[in-house]
């Protein structure tokens, strides 16, 4: 017995044995747990007696009675107004009538006084325990802030704009200068775009096929797309087209004045140096799947020659594609820049390529988007290459203008998203929060 209550009081109690002298011996009690908040009790105690006492059964009855002889007084006066019009003679019963009115009038006049006055407590009351609460909440929050240490630096991986949250548009919609011409295709700016070239955007349609193509073509300016007036016209990758390291497949992007696409006929990525003409190539690893064995899919259909995707954001430029080793899966690679380019670094995801319509980057992240309808696109999945979390619920869908959307990248110059959808140019603002 006495075991038992010796150990809760070691819990709450520092004993310091201190001996001064040899015929004293003197203990110092120290109480190590917080003071009991009697002082707060007797407040809540107070208060929720007040409660009770302002909101009680009888007086809830009252108010219900008041508007119930309200809703049935109401009815009443229109009753006896209705016999006024009727026998209205101008004389003694008219005047009966307006005396009867009179007090129906008053008394209903009684009732909304007094209604009012309940009314008026009541809401006082629900003021004062309405600011208790925010006053309560205020405290918790206070207390919890101090408590929690703050970085010094923002976390790895967060995106500058804020998190991506949704998809609006379509802000541009435009066939450009060949409607209905050229089914597959890119277009887009550049996100880091040689001196004087700040505002133009590039559009390269697949020529032949519906698969290749030897050119880009250019525009000064957004109003000269739409309108289909280009300067300064083509840059010319080959004469031929398709041949040796021409452009296989809709996904291109532009980036640092070179355009980047899967080159024809090869596992591997070409970058086009627009002044001066030079083609470099990066190998992918082998296995990668090529010549529209591995393309981005939907039920009905899949997007020939698709098995290279690439995307820009705000540190560059990516390449995502599918390998035999990977069965299938999506694989990321980034692209490091310079004389030779070549992949810095490379991650591999648990979703299925052909299991996706289209993929973009932005602030380092990767999405894929699926078909959902003939009007709608869904962004349903992403990879944080940061972090390496995989998310399948993104749920931002896009509104579609043509039912396959087969190129889509993202712009970090305006925050953009840029698509290519049966020889429409469709573009749509990406919401941060």
Not at 85 to 91: H, L, M, N, S
Not at 149 to 164: E, L, V
Not at 342 to 357: E, L
Not at 400 to 417: A, C, E, G
Request: with cysteine; proline share 5%.
């Amino acid at each position: 017995m006495k075991l038992c209550v010796i150990i809760p009081l070691c819990a709450l109690f520092t004993l310091t044995h201190q001996v001064p002298s040899q015929d004293k011996c003197v203990c110092d009690l120290t109480n190590s747990a917080k003071a009991f908040p009697h002082d707060k009790l007797s407040t809540v105690e107070d208060n929720a007696s007040k409660c009770n006492g302002n909101v009680t059964p009888k007086k809830t009855l009252e108010l219900e009675s008041l508007m119930l002889g309200l809703e049935r007084r109401l009815p009443q006066l229109q009753e006896d107004v209705s016999v006024l019009e009727r026998e209205d003679d101008g004389e003694l019963y008219g005047v009966l009538s307006l005396l009867v009115i009179e007090n129906e009038l008053t008394e209903i006049k009684q009732l909304i006084d007094k209604l009012n006055m309940t009314s008026q407590r009541h809401q006082q009351l629900t003021t004062d325990t309405t600011e208790q609460r925010l006053k309560r909440d205020l405290d918790q929050c206070k207390n919890e802030h101090q408590l929690i240490p703050h970085p010094t630096q923002p976390p790895q991986g967060i995106c500058p704009h804020g998190k991506f949250v949704n998809v609006t548009g379509p802000e541009v919609y435009t066939p450009g200068e060949y409607p209905g011409s050229y089914m597959y295709g890119a277009w887009g700016r550049d996100p880091k775009p040689a001196v004087g070239k700040e505002n133009w955007y590039w559009l390269v349609m697949m020529t032949s096929s519906n698969r290749y193509s030897n050119y880009v073509r250019l525009y000064s300016s957004l109003s000269s797309l739409i309108v289909g007036v280009s300067t300064p016209g083509n840059v010319l990758i080959h004469s031929s087209n398709p041949t040796t390291n021409t452009v296989q497949g809709p996904n291109v992007v532009l980036y640092g004045d070179a355009l980047y696409y899967n080159c024809y006929n090869k596992y591997a990525v070409c970058r086009f140096n627009l002044a001066t003409k030079t083609i470099t190539t990066m190998q992918l690893p082998e296995g990668t799947r090529f010549n529209s064995k591995g393309n981005f899919c939907h039920l009905d259909e899949c997007y020939q020659y698709t098995d290279l995707d690439l995307a820009t954001d705000e540190s560059g430029v990516w390449v995502i594609y599918t390998t035999t080793q990977d069965f299938g899966n999506l694989v990321l690679s980034k692209v490091e820049e310079g004389e030779q380019p070549t992949f810095n670094q490379t991650w591999h995801t648990s979703v299925y390529k052909q299991a996706v319509t289209n993929t973009f980057m932005a602030c380092g992240v990767l999405y894929a988007t699926r078909y959902v309808t003939k009007e709608v696109e869904e962004i349903f999945y992403s990879f944080d290459t940061s972090t390496g979390v995989e998310k399948f619920n993104i749920g931002i869908f896009i509104k579609k203008i043509s039912p396959n959307i087969y190129s889509l990248n993202y712009s970090p110059v305006d925050q953009m998203l840029h698509a290519y959808c049966n020889s429409f140019m469709v573009s749509y603002k990406v919401l941060f929060e």
